[in-house]
């Protein structure tokens, strides 16, 4: 059976992008407007990976990360962030809430393919 993604992001055309690269890999893709939706979505089903945004309205990847890490459904799914922040300050805060890695926008779709297989297969 196909591993679930769970995307969030508040950007339509790279949410777009993000889930045609990985249903075009073969994973089922789930998408996500912001971090309560996509807390909302989590809540509902488990998913195999959570790749989030940090920069978002409502809730941020940040704050979605450590509400996903208090759900005992979700401490050891791997979450990764794909975000524009690339300072090694975000990316500790980001190691911090409990995330396992993390990518830069604009984002290579190969890379990111490369990156998710490695981290469920």
């Given at each position: 059976m196909a591993k679930t993604i769970l995307a969030v992001d508040d950007s339509g055309s790279?949410?777009?992008?993000?889930?045609?690269?990985?249903?075009?890999?073969?994973?089922?893709?789930?998408?996500?407007?912001?971090?309560?939706?996509?807390?909302?979505?989590?809540?509902?089903?488990v998913f195999d990976l959570v790749l989030t945004d940090q920069n978002m309205p409502r809730m941020d990847g940040l704050a979605l990360i450590r509400a996903l890490r208090a759900m005992p459904t979700?401490?050891?799914v791997p979450i990764l962030m794909l975000t524009t922040e690339s300072s090694d300050e975000m990316k500790a805060k980001g190691k911090a809430a409990g995330a396992n890695g993390w990518l830069v926008k604009p984002f290579d779709p190969q890379r990111l393919i490369d990156v998710v297989k490695k981290v469920i297969g």
């Open positions: 790279l949410r777009q992008m993000v889930v045609f690269s990985l249903r075009a890999a073969g994973y089922q893709v789930v998408e996500a407007v912001d971090g309560q939706d996509g807390l909302e979505q989590a809540s509902a089903q979700y401490q050891r």
